[in-house]
């Protein structure tokens, strides 16, 4: 029977953090667009308040990871509940940085919080398994590839965040809600995110390859995960190519942006465990 000084009952409280900040974001958009006025902007108060409880699920999460790791002696990344556990972390604690910093995306909550939710859901399934920590972990490289790859798709799951509201702006209720931004602004804002993602992707997969021949004797293999982590790599490169060498429709681009969002998810939760890989590609 799993106690009360495991690491669950704050990764509950985490996740019980981020429901409430996903109500926040609806609630704050639902208030949008019963406003009367032709651009009503967001409320102030309800921004801090979807800030709040980003930062205090964040908090609650990072306990959640210290007793896990405190207990079991390794860092939360080798085993699918560890990983999730520790991405949930992760793009929280970016998307909250950036909630803070940049005004501009805030609206994104509505979108970004359902698609964290993924993994919440997901967690909350799955048994919370211990690990053992393979002797090829020990190395420094891994801590980069690691720190790399949730920056990359913390950045990716902004960019997606923010091409859902320009599709959700085509729905009449939704216009209104959005209606104090322009989709000329939020095109350029997430794609300015994907390049920071094709940016940290690139050093993900450099820091992985480096590990790779430390830990295998071989920096690639063209196994299922490296095969379609390159593949993301590429409809990185060539979504941002086609952005800015065709000046695609807006709606059109933000789609490519979700399609590349899906792959980059599915290589990074789908293809480690259907991968015959020597370290199963957990991160």
């Known amino acids: ?89 992760s793009l929280g604690l970016i998307y909250s940085v950036i909630y803070w910093r940049v005004p501009d995306l805030r609206a994104s909550a509505v979108v970004v919080m359902p698609l964290i939710w993924v993994l919440g859901s997901w967690i909350l399934l799955m048994e919370p398994v211990d690990s053992r920590f393979p002797p090829t972990y020990h190395n420094d490289w891994l801590w980069a590839h690691v720190g790399f790859g949730k920056l990359f798709l913390s950045f990716c799951l902004v ?33 300015r995110f994907m390049m920071l993602t094709l940016v940290f992707d690139s050093l993900m997969l450099i820091a992985g390859a480096v590990w790779a021949q430390d830990a295998w004797g071989r920096y690639w293999s063209w196994d299922a995960l490296e095969t379609s982590s390159f593949m993301t790599w590429l409809s990185i490169g060539a979504g941002i190519h086609v952005r800015l060498t065709y000046n695609i429709p807006i709606r059109l681009g ?4 979700l399609a590349i969002f899906f792959l980059a998810f599915t290589t990074y939760f789908g293809a480690p465990y259907y991968s015959e890989s020597a370290h199963k590609g957990v991160i």
């Open 1 to 89: 029977m799993i106690g009360v000084f495991t690491e669950l009952p704050w990764m509950w409280a985490g996740l019980f953090a981020y429901a409430i900040a996903t109500l926040l974001a609806f609630h704050n958009v639902w208030q949008v667009g019963a406003n009367s006025a032709a651009a009503a902007l967001p409320s102030r108060q309800g921004e801090n308040r979807i800030l709040l409880a980003l930062v205090s699920g964040v908090l609650l999460l990072t306990v959640a990871l210290a007793v896990r790791w405190e207990r079991l002696g390794h860092g939360p990344f080798v085993n699918l509940f560890e990983l999730l556990m520790s991405q949930l972390f």
């Open 159 to 191: 960019a997606a965040g923010l091409a859902g509201v320009i599709l959700l702006r085509t729905i009449p209720y939704f216009a209104r809600c959005f209606a104090h931004m322009t989709d000329e602004a939020l095109d350029q804002l997430a794609w």
């Open 254 to 257: 933000a789609l490519v942006i």
